[in-house]
C-alpha cells in the first residue's frame, strides 16, 4: 500500500463501496468498480486475522495484528476499526518499545479523523508526539506535526494547522532525509496550501499545490495528481468558476479511477467522496440539481460505509441547500438542522459556520426573521472566532517567520557550499600532486602485476580444474558407494532367502515330514523364488560390468519383434499367473542398438508388469514409427502406481521397490539399468501410469 499527498490519512485500506445507480453518474459507478474488487480479499484478511487473536501471540505480534485489523475495518465499520484501535493501545503500554504505543496512539488518531471526531484525533496524536520527541525521532516527530496540524485544518483553526504543519516541514528538512521523510514533507507541503486555499490565498495555494505534485512525481507518489486536480477544482469552485472546477475535479476522478484498477485497495479512494461532493455543489451552483442530487447520494453511500459524521453532515448540508434552491423548504430545514447537530457534536466550526448561514438564509426565504437572525448572529460569532483579526494576525507572523527563516537557511546554506567548495579545491591540488606520484609508480608496477597476475591466473585455473575433477570423482565414488551398501544389504537378505528355503525343503524330505502332494507346491515355490535370484544375480553382474565401464556395446541392426517374442517365450515358462502376452511389435522394426542390452531391457520392463499385474491380466508390447526412432512400449493393465512413486523409479541413489500383486520381491535394479541401457543406446525412457488402471512403460531407440 502506498503513502499519497494530500490528506494526512495514507496507511489505510477501504473495504470496499456501495453506490446506486443514478442518472448522469454512471461514469461514477464505473469510477468505484475497481474498489469493490479487493473487497473479498480484504474480508478475508480480516478474517484471518480475528481468528488469529484467539491463539497466544506475543504482546507486539498482537500489537501489530490489532493495528492492522483497525486499518482494514477503518473505511467499513467505525466501531469495529476503534474497537481494535483501543485494544492495540492497551496493550501497547505493556510493552517497553515506545515505538509500538506511538504507532497506536497515531493510528487510533487517523481514524477519529476519519469519523469527524477532529478533537480526539488531536488528543491521541498529540500524545503520540510527545512519545516521539522522548524518542528523538526526527520523522516521527515531523509526521505527528504534520498530523496534528491536518487535523486542525479539518477543524478550521487555521492559524494552529499553519505553525503545526510549518514545524513539520522544518523539523523533517533538518531530518535524515530518507524516503519517508521526504514524502511527509511534500505531504506538509500539500496541506499548507489547503490551509491558504482556506484563507483566500489562491494563488499561494497553488503555488504550494504545484509544488507538491512536482515532488509527489519525482517521489513516484502516484496518486498526488488524483489529490492535485482535486484541490484545484475546489479553488476554482471557490472562483465561482464552476465549468472548470467540474472539469478538474472530474479528472481528478478519472485519474483516481485508472490508479484503483491498477491497485484496488489503493487509499485514493479515501479522496472520492469529498470530490463527489464538490461536484455536487458545483452542479447546485449550475441549477442542475438532478445531478447534484445524485452526486451528493453518492458521496453519502461512502460516507454512511464509513461511519464519517462530518462527511454524512456535510453532504446533509449540501442536499439541504439543493432542497433550498427549489423551495422544499420543510426537507432543507431537516436535513441542515441535521448537519448542524453534527457539526456541533464533533466541534466542526467550519460546518457549523455553513449550517448557520443556510439556515439563516432559509428562514430569512420563509419569513421567519426571528430564526433567521439568531443563526446570523451565531454564524457571525464563529466566523469571528476563526476568522478574527488576532488569528489572522498570527496566522501572518506564522507565515513571516516561516519565509524568514527559510531565506535564512538558504543563506547560511550558500555559505556552507562554498566553504565546501574551497575545502574540495584544496584537496584536489593535493590529490593532483599526490598523483603524479602515484602514477609514475603504477606504471613501474603494473607490468610486473600484470605477469605475475597471469602467470597466478593460469596456475589458479589448473588447480580448479583438478579440484572440479576430484570433487565430481568424489560425488560419483560417494553415490556408487551408496547404492552399493543399499544393493548388498537387498542381495544378503534375497540370496540367504532361496538357500534357506532349499535347505529347509531338503530337511523336510530327508525326514519325511512333506507329503507327496504338497510337494509340486513346495517346488513351485521355491522355483519362483529361484528364478527371483537368478534376475536379481545377472541384473547385478551386468550393473557392475556397467559401473566398472567393462561392459562393451555394440550397434547393430536388430528386429525389435524377434527380441519380444524371445522374452515372451522365455518368460511365459517361468511365471506362474494366468497373464496373457501379447506382441504387436511389426516384424519391420529394425533398431540400431546393443542386442544384449535391448534384450535386458525387455526382459526386465516384462518381468516388471507381470510382476503388477493380477491373474486373467494383459501385457502388451508395441512399438511405433516416429521421425528417426522407433517408440517401444510395455502396457500391462494391473495395479498401476501413484505420481510419488512414478518420481522415485529411475532414481539411482534410493530405487524404489515393492511387492507385486502375488507376493513377488524385487530391488528396484532392473529399472535403474533399463535407464543406463537405454540412455546407453542412444534413446530415453519414461512412464506413464494411473493407480488402479496400469502402466505403460516408453523407451525409444535409434532406427536401423
Known amino acids: 500500500m502506498s503513502d499519497n499527498i494530500g490528506y494526512v490519512v495514507r496507511n489505510i485500506e477501504i473495504n470496499g463501496l456501495f453506490m446506486k445507480p443514478f ?14 474488487t479487493g473487497y473479498a480479499q480484504r474480508a478475508s484478511t480480516a478474517d484471518s486475522l480475528e481468528n488469529s487473536l484467539k491463539d497466544t501471540l506475543h504482546d507486539t505480534v498482537r500489537i501489530k495484528t490489532l493495528v492492522e485489523l483497525s486499518q482494514l475495518y477503518a473505511l467499513s465499520n467505525f466501531n469495529k476499526a476503534s474497537t481494535y484501535a483501543l485494544e492495540a493501545i492497551k496493550f501497547a503500554e505493556k510493552v517497553e518499545a515506545p515505538q ?42 515531523g509526521l505527528a506535526y504534520s498530523n496534528i496540524g491536518n487535523y486542525y485544518h479539518e477543524m478550521g483553526v487555521y492559524d494552529e494547522a499553519y505553525f503545526y504543519l510549518t514545524r513539520s516541514y522544518r523539523i523533517l528538512q533538518h531530518g535524515n532525509m530518507n524516503g519517508s521523510d521526504s514524502l511527509y514533507m511534500n505531504i506538509a507541503l500539500h496541506n499548507l496550501g489547503r490551509v491558504f486555499k482556506e484563507m483566500g490565498q489562491y494563488e499561494t495555494a497553488l503555488g504550494h499545490l504545484r509544488i507538491s505534485y512536482k515532488m509527489s512525481q519525482l517521489l513516484n ?6 489529490y492535485f ?16 472546477a467540474v472539469y478538474y475535479l472530474l479528472k481528478a476522478t478519472a485519474e483516481a479511477k485508472k490508479l484503483l484498477q491498477a491497485e484496488p485497495g489503493n487509499i485514493v479512494v ?20 438532478e445531478a447534484a442530487l445524485a452526486y451528493y447520494d453518492s458521496a453519502m453511500n461512502i460516507h454512511q460505509a464509513t461511519g464519517n459524521q462530518f462527511g454524512i453532515a456535510d453532504v446533509e448540508l449540501g442536499r439541504g441547500m439543493v432542497f433550498a434552491r427549489q423551495a422544499n423548504f420543510t426537507e432543507a430545514e431537516r436535513l441542515m438542522t441535521k448537519a448542524l447537530g453534527i457539526g456541533q457534536s464533533i466541534n466542526a466550526r467550519l460546518l457549523q459556520i455553513k449550517c448557520h448561514d443556510q439556515l439563516s438564509a432559509l428562514y430569512e426565504k420563509r419569513g421567519e426573521f426571528e430564526k433567521a437572525l439568531r443563526h446570523n448572529r451565531q454564524h457571525q460569532q464563529l466566523r469571528d472566532s476563526i476568522f478574527s483579526q488576532g488569528m489572522q494576525q498570527k496566522f501572518f507572523r506564522d507565515q513571516l517567520r516561516f519565509e524568514t527563516e527559510e531565506k535564512d537557511d538558504q543563506i547560511a546554506s550558500l555559505m556552507r557550499i562554498e566553504q565546501i567548495r574551497a575545502s574540495e579545491i584544496r584537496k584536489q591540488e593535493i590529490i593532483r600532486n599526490i598523483l603524479v606520484v602515484v602514477v609514475a609508480l603504477t606504471a613501474i608496477l603494473l607490468v610486473t602485476v600484470y605477469r605475475s597476475g597471469q602467470r597466478r591466473k593460469r596456475i589458479n585455473s ?20 551408496k547404492v552399493k551398501d543399499k544393493f548388498f544389504s537387498i542381495i544378503s537378505h534375497d540370496l540367504r532367502s532361496p538357500v534357506n528355503a532349499l535347505a529347509g525343503l531338503l530337511d523336510l524330505l530327508d525326514k519325511g515330514a512333506i507329503k507327496p502332494e504338497e510337494l509340486p507346491m513346495a517346488l513351485k515355490e521355491l522355483r519362483t523364488r529361484f528364478n527371483h535370484t537368478r534376475t536379481l544375480l545377472n541384473n547385478l553382474l551386468d550393473w557392475t560390468l556397467l559401473q566398472m565401464d567393462k561392459l562393451n556395446l ?3 541392426k536388430i528386429s525389435l519383434h524377434a527380441l519380444v517374442e524371445e522374452n515372451i517365450a522365455l518368460l511365459t515358462s517361468l511365471h506362474q499367473k494366468n497373464i496373457k502376452l501379447i506382441n504387436n511389435v511389426s516384424p519391420l522394426a529394425y533398431a540400431l542398438a546393443d542386442s544384449n542390452t535391448i534384450n535386458l531391457v525387455i526382459r526386465n520392463l516384462l518381468t516388471n508388469a507381470l510382476k503388477f499385474t493380477n491373474d486373467g491380466g494383459e501385457i502388451v508390447i508395441g512399438a511405433e514409427e516416429k521421425n528417426n526412432e522407433w517408440i517401444m512400449f510395455v502396457r500391462d493393465n494391473g495395479v498401476g502406481m501413484s505420481a510419488e512413486v512414478r518420481n522415485m523409479l529411475f532414481d539411482k541413489i534410493n530405487p524404489y521397490s515393492t511387492r507385486g500383486t502375488a507376493n513377488e520381491k524385487g530391488t528396484g535394479l532392473g529399472l535403474i539399468l533399463c535407464k543406463e541401457f537405454v540412455e546407453k543406446n542412444n534413446g530415453r525412457i519414461w512412464v506413464e501410469s494411473e493407480e488402479g488402471k496400469g502402466s505403460t512403460f516408453w523407451f525409444s531407440l535409434p532406427k536401423a
Not at 479522496?271 to 455536487?280: G, H, Q, R, Y
Open 23 to 36: 442518472i448522469h453518474i454512471t461514469v461514477l459507478f464505473l469510477l468505484l468498480v475497481p474498489g469493490l
Open 100 to 141: 509500538f504505543r506511538y504507532k497506536s496512539l497515531q493510528n487510533y488518531a487517523l481514524i477519529n479523523n476519519l469519523s469527524g471526531d477532529f478533537s480526539t484525533a488531536i488528543k491521541y496524536e498529540t500524545e503520540a508526539l510527545q512519545i516521539a520527541i522522548a524518542m528523538t525521532d526526527t520523522t516521527s516527530i
Open 221 to 226: 507518489d502516484k496518486a498526488g495528481y488524483a
Open 229 to 244: 486536480l482535486d484541490e484545484v477544482g475546489d479553488v476554482k469552485l471557490r472562483n465561482h468558476q464552476y465549468d472548470s
Open 270 to 289: 479515501e479522496v472520492l467522496p469529498k470530490t463527489l461532493s464538490k461536484i455536487a455543489l458545483a452542479y447546485l451552483h449550475k441549477q442542475q440539481y
Open 462 to 481: 589448473l588447480l580448479l580444474q583438478h579440484q572440479e575433477e576430484m570433487e565430481k570423482r568424489s560425488q560419483e565414488l560417494e553415490q556408487l558407494n
Open 554 to 556: 555394440q550397434a547393430a
